[in-house]
Each structure stands twice: as structure tokens, then as C-alpha cells.
Nanobody
């Protein structure tokens, strides 16, 4: 069973950068699309970005386009979310999630089966 663990969250000033990691345990990440989601206090969870199992397809929410970059290194069983030009409104708990896309290259609006425990990102001066 796929287990996902996020890391890399923390406190950063506006305009700063963080890189989140999502490491898989239990099975190889090769077959799984990875999505990053976030949930701020009092708000619904929203999709931030996703990448297909092969890395050939990516998607971003409009609010993060041009600032965030998703990537993956299947050899390291890890996916990443590079976050630049961070804003206070990016403050949230960030979760990674995975689902088996069977090589179809679809990651947006999918039902993600496996979830990590989340990592807090706080953008504040």
C-alpha cells in the first residue's frame, strides 16, 4: 500500500521560497500520479498542482501559476513542489496525494486514493 510523507514546510517571509517533498514508502511511485492540495483555516481544501505518473503532464491552479513548480524523481520515489514568491494567502496545510493513473497521464480532477499527513506552510512577516 502506498504511504506518502510530506516534508519541507515551515515559516517564510512574503516573497520567499520553500520546497515541499512528498516521499513514497511501501511501493514504487512509478505508477502513481501525485497531487498537491492545501487547506487554510476555515476554508475548503483546494487542488494546487498535480503531475502524472510519467511526469509528462502537469497542472496548476490559477492562483499559483508562474510561482509554483511541480516535479518528480521516480528514482528517489519523491515528488516536489517548489514554491516561489510566496504570499500570505498561500498559508495552509499542504498535502500530497496519489492515485494510480495507469499511464494515462491524467492528474487533474481525479479521485486521489492515498494521502499524506500534511505539512504546515506559513507565510508571514
Amino acid at each position: 500500500q502506498l504511504q506518502l510523507v510530506e516534508s519541507g514546510g515551515g515559516l517564510v517571509q512574503p516573497g520567499g521560497s520553500l520546497r515541499l517533498s512528498c516521499t513514497a514508502f511501501g511501493v514504487t511511485l512509478d505508477y502513481y500520479a501525485i497531487g498537491w492540495f492545501r487547506q487554510a483555516p476555515g476554508k475548503e481544501r483546494e487542488g494546487v498542482s498535480c503531475v502524472s505518473s510519467t511526469g509528462g503532464s502537469t497542472n496548476y491552479a490559477d492562483s499559483v501559476k508562474g510561482r509554483f513548480t511541480i516535479s518528480r524523481d521516480n528514482a528517489k520515489n519523491t515528488a516536489y513542489l517548489q514554491m516561489n514568491s510566496l504570499k500570505p494567502e498561500d498559508t495552509a496545510v499542504y498535502y500530497c496525494a496519489g492515485y494510480n493513473d495507469y499511464g494515462l497521464g491524467l492528474c487533474k480532477d481525479r479521485e486521489y486514493t492515498y494521502w499524506g499527513q500534511g505539512t504546515q506552510v506559513t507565510v508571514s512577516s
